[in-house]
């Protein structure tokens, strides 16, 4: 009989829960902690932490860690452009990516030009194996993602390259999980009291990438797994920090998060990507927070290779609060639409659609 996760134990969950209630007692004000990843997110209201953490003082609220929902209406609606208006083209996506609704309509909806189409994929390796099956035709892989997914994105890139597949090209979306939260807590309008800082991503670029946040804002914070006792060992280690008015970056999930993170795969980053200022869902443009192809991979990149026009408005459904969720501004029922004309079967917004949406999270486990 396999051995039961600790990291799941009730009775070890009960006991972090009893201890966090017990700091929190002794911590003046509000206790609002935005778990940054939308991982944290579907596993807070799945394990009901959320709900348990509430009844003694400390609010979770959601953040912009959702790929598919931060990715900005106008490069959707490239990609649309892409399948519906060109012949014999595949357009390579997650599954999540081709339910976003646009003014468009979605890729999943989308009308393919003749010989085009959409085909969901499970990894970017799966698109450049369709490219290779496909000689005849152009594959864009939409590659959608944070630090966690972005090498393996970025290496397809440079093997089409290497392997001279003149046929591949990948349409970025890729983002850098640092600069939303300086401008989350610039805007000052999220009243954040901590962050939990993303398990998979810290693990790729290792917790002194959040040093700012507790040196520039005085703010704790803390990396957690993505087991209950994971996350209430992160929440704890913040407010350990609050409690002694000591903040800094916390490492709750030291078992997968080294201190040097996973020099490798930046390494890889930095040779194939450069940063640029970018356009996030509901925060904006935010200056070097996101990734693009260098110049040397211009052939591999579908914005050069296509024409592509990105980074301009990028309107929202109208009625769609999307933007105010990942800025931890609103919780999902504080849209109008959530529940009636926003539902998992008709998402209007991307925060109800993606498997990592605040809307969908408390959809499917937190409505009463």
């Known amino acids: 009989m396999p051995k039961a996760d600790p990291y ?95 003014r468009r309509g979605s890729l999943q909806s989308a009308a393919p030009a003749q010989g085009s189409s959409v085909r969901v994929v499970y990894s970017p390796r799966e698109s450049l194996d369709l490219a290779r099956r496909h000689p005849d035709k152009e594959v864009v892989f939409f590659g959608a993602g944070f630090e966690t997914t972005i090498p393996a994105i970025a290496l397809t890139a440079r093997r089409a390259a290497r392997e001279k597949i003149a046929n591949y090209t990948v349409l970025t979306a890729l983002w850098i999980i640092p600069p939303p939260l300086r401008a989350i807590l610039q805007a000052k309008d999220a009243r954040i009291s901590g962050f939990l800082y993303p398990g998979h991503v810290s693990a790729v670029i290792g917790p002194r990438a959040y040093d700012f946040v507790a040196e520039e804002f005085g703010l704790p914070g803390a990396i957690a797994g993505f087991e209950p006792a994971d996350i209430l060992l992160g929440v704890l280690s913040i407010l350990e920090q609050m409690a002694e008015g000591k903040p800094r970056v916390g490492n709750a999930y030291a078992r997968v998060v080294g201190p040097d993170g996973n020099p490798l795969a930046r390494a890889v980053m930095a ?10 869902r509901g925060l904006g443009l935010i200056p070097k927070s996101g990734l693009r192809l260098r110049s040397e991979y211009a052939a591999q990149d579908a914005e050069h290779r296509f024409g592509l026009a990105l980074g301009g408005p ?20 504080g849209c109008p639409l959530f529940g009636r004309a926003c539902r998992p079967d008709l998402p209007h917004g991307p925060c109800m659609v993606s498997f990592e949406g605040a809307c969908l999270a408390f959809y499917k486990y937190g409505r009463k």
């Open 8 to 102: 799941q134990d009730r009775t070890t969950i009960e006991a972090l829960l009893r201890r966090a209630t017990s700091i929190r007692e002794t911590i003046p004000g509000p206790c609002r902690l935005m778990e940054v990843c939308g991982t944290h997110t579907m596993a807070v209201h799945r394990s009901g932490l959320k709900s348990r953490l509430g009844e003694a003082g400390i609010e979770l609220v959601a953040g912009p860690g959702c790929p598919v929902c931060i990715t900005p209406n106008d490069v959707h609606e490239a990609a649309l452009s892409l399948v519906s208006e060109r012949e014999d083209l595949i357009l390579a996506a997650f599954g999540d990516m081709t339910r976003v609704p646009t």
């Open 271 to 280: 040779e194939i990507l450069t940063e640029k200022d970018a356009v996030w």
């Open 314 to 333: 990028a309107a929202d459904l109208p009625g769609c609060r999307c933007g105010d969720v990942l800025k931890g501004i609103i919780e999902p029922p």
